[in-house]
């Protein structure tokens, strides 16, 4: 069956239009309400959210659509997805939910659900949730009697705050540190920074004003500059850019040099390696992560288990084969002796203790491995199925057999925005930008 309003990170798309409607989100509740509030106990859900102008309107739509089904709401307010994920076990709840594009712009938005254990929904559970959106939602409507009620909840910052706190040991303190970070005026904006100002560190924040249409705007992960500027302004240790819903983040060296994922992925396998905390034999990736990393980790006899592109692919095979460090290059790292999801923050401190304790420079803790070149573009394309070309699946071809060996070629639609992303990587620069380049030239004379 084919998905209608699920992508690889829950339903997503611009606000006040399909499928981010109020009526659609209603919708929603109602389904996901449904499906979790199955048995005698107290029927109970949590909702939580960024910044962005448009989550009243979606908080308020999935409010009614989960008490028109009987369940009770808790509503968080701003609050990172990880929080969610975390309150969602914490409090009980039966299901949980985060309204929140990440690190799109302000005019989209989005719904991502959490079970009860704190874990993305399964594809089977989001195809169940999308039939039934698609039928007759009055069957699913309680009697009068069985309407849910809604609160808001207070205290919960602090509750994120000390769960983040403890995933350090009480060793470990920040203190002489002088630490950037950047919370893309986002979910994290209250709460990142007053965590590590809790653990000693001197902190400078950045993108701590939100006002509904700033989230991302040239700040956050996705839009470093600023971060990287200020922390050679300032002479900090390190920078820190979280994404709109801080599940995601990238670290900053003392000379502004930024480190992606990868880099951060193999500094903690190192790391938990050394105390004999990395489980599983390796680490968690996708097919986007370098080369460069997958060559590290055999030099450690460790292996890189790569799954499909999205974050839920990378907790479930973690899950299945008891790995403990998993993520994307982007910056959406798990960590899962402490959490169900990505952790921009708690990434963050596992970076800065091994920081701490070996009294070593960002950079020179940070710089495990040389990548390859590697190149990445991104081709929008209005309609249709581009990739089904016989020009387009003939230049990807040539540029696999260019590579041979040696690289790869990756080609995948976004499971987010209408774009076909084409990477490729090698230990040839040259050829490697000749292939993108062929493939993108072919690709936007179809798509256009």
Request: glycine content about 10%.
């Amino acid at each position: 069956m084919t998905r209608k309003y699920f992508g690889t990170d829950g339903i997503r798309g611009e606000a006040n239009a399909y499928p981010m409607t109020s009526e659609i989100a209603m919708k929603v509740g109602m389904a996901a309400g449904k499906i979790f509030a199955r048995g005698n106990h107290r029927k109970q859900v949590v909702i939580g959210k960024d910044t962005r102008l448009s989550g009243y309107m979606i908080e308020s739509a999935l409010v009614s659509g989960f008490t028109a089904v009987g369940m009770n709401v808790l509503q968080l307010g701003p609050m990172p997805t990880p929080a969610v994920a975390l309150l969602t076990r914490s409090m009980r709840a039966d299901i949980g939910v985060m309204i929140s594009a990440s690190h799109n712009p302000y005019q989209d938005n989005g719904i991502k659900l959490f079970g009860p254990d704190g874990y993305k929904l399964s594809d089977s559970t989001e195809m169940e949730i999308e039939a039934m959106i698609s039928g007759d939602v009055a069957n699913l409507l309680t009697d009068a009697h069985g309407i849910g009620r809604a609160k808001r909840i207070k205290g919960v910052a602090a509750r994120y705050i000390e769960f983040v706190k403890h995933t350090l040991p009480r060793s470990v303190s920040l203190e002489g540190l002088r630490v950037v970070i950047d919370c893309a005026n986002g979910a994290g904006y209250r709460v990142a920074p007053e965590a590590l100002w809790e653990l000693g560190a001197e902190v400078i924040a950045m993108g701590v004003e939100p006002n509904g249409i700033n989230i991302n705007k040239d700040c956050g992960s996705t839009e470093p500059d600023a971060l990287c500027a200020k922390v050679k302004e300032v002479r900090a240790d390190i920078g820190i850019a979280l994404d709109g819903d801080a599940d995601r983040v990238l670290i900053v060296d003392e000379n502004g040099a930024i480190i992606d994922g990868d880099q951060i992925m193999a500094v903690v396998a190192e790391s938990w390696l050394e105390s004999g905390q990395l489980s599983g034999g390796g680490i968690v990736a996708t097919i986007m992560s370098n080369l460069g990393l997958e060559r590290h980790l055999q030099g450690m006899n460790l292996n890189l288990a790569r799954t499909p592109v999205g974050d839920r692919y990378v907790v479930e095979h973690m899950r299945k084969h008891k790995y403990n460090v998993g993520g994307e290059q982007s910056g959406h790292i798990v960590l899962s002796d402490f959490t169900t999801t990505g952790d921009g923050l708690v990434t963050a401190l596992q970076v800065l203790s091994v920081v701490a304790q070996s009294g070593k420079s960002v950079s020179e803790v940070c710089k495990c491995f040389e990548p390859v070149p590697q190149i990445l573009r991104n081709v929008r394309y209005k309609s249709g199925k581009p990739l089904e070309d016989k020009q387009v699946i003939s230049a990807i071809d040539e540029g696999r057999n260019a590579l041979g060996k040696k690289g790869r070629v990756i080609i995948r639609p976004s499971g987010t925005e209408p774009l076909i992303r084409v990477m490729a990587e090698g230990d040839d620069e040259t050829l490697v930008s000749k292939v993108v380049n062929d493939i993108v030239v072919t690709l936007e004379k179809v798509a256009a």
